[in-house]
């Protein structure tokens, strides 16, 4: 049987060395660990993204953008508290208590927001924003991946 520690000691190892898979064989045990890759600029740099070409008269009025931002209209800007694992998401502690954060809900840097589940251990989440949760971007006992936004929180 694969020992915990040991899995845990690997998944450190691979979000600090930034590697996106390892797998490993011993005798008759093996384990294949994956991140999900997230897709950069730099990356996206690479790719060939073909460009319409409109003749400037014609189509003047279809490539003017509908709608631009003034300085009247000041931009929104909310936080994503992102996964930090693969793993279920429990909106709260066990199904007989309230959840720990509901849209509105103040909450403060160190404030469990969450509960993921992986591989039968409970982690509790923590966020590291102070503010105001805009939106709650999961449902409870829905999984999630490494990175993936879970909540919107409004800063304070």
Do not use: W
Not at 84 to 112: D, R
């Amino acid at each position: 049987m694969l020992d915990i520690e040991k899995i845990r000691n690997l998944i450190e190892m691979m979000v600090a060395n930034d590697l996106v898979e390892i797998s490993l064989r011993d005798g008759s045990e093996e384990i294949n660990l994956r991140r999900p890759v997230a897709v950069t600029s730099s990356a996206l740099a690479g790719l060939a993204c073909p460009t319409p070409v409109f003749p400037l008269a014609e189509h003047a009025a279809a490539a003017a953008p509908a709608h631009v931002q003034t300085a009247a209209e000041p931009r929104e800007k909310l936080i994503e508290i992102p996964s930090p694992m693969v793993g279920t998401f429990y909106a709260a502690a066990n199904p007989e208590s309230p959840p720990l954060v509901e849209v509105g809900s103040t909450i403060q840097a160190g404030t469990v927001v969450c509960i993921l589940e992986a591989m039968k251990v409970f982690n509790e989440i923590k966020s590291e924003v102070a503010g105001i949760i805009e939106r709650i971007l999961v449902k409870n006992a829905q999984a999630v991946e490494y990175g993936q936004p879970m909540f919107l929180v409004r800063p304070s």
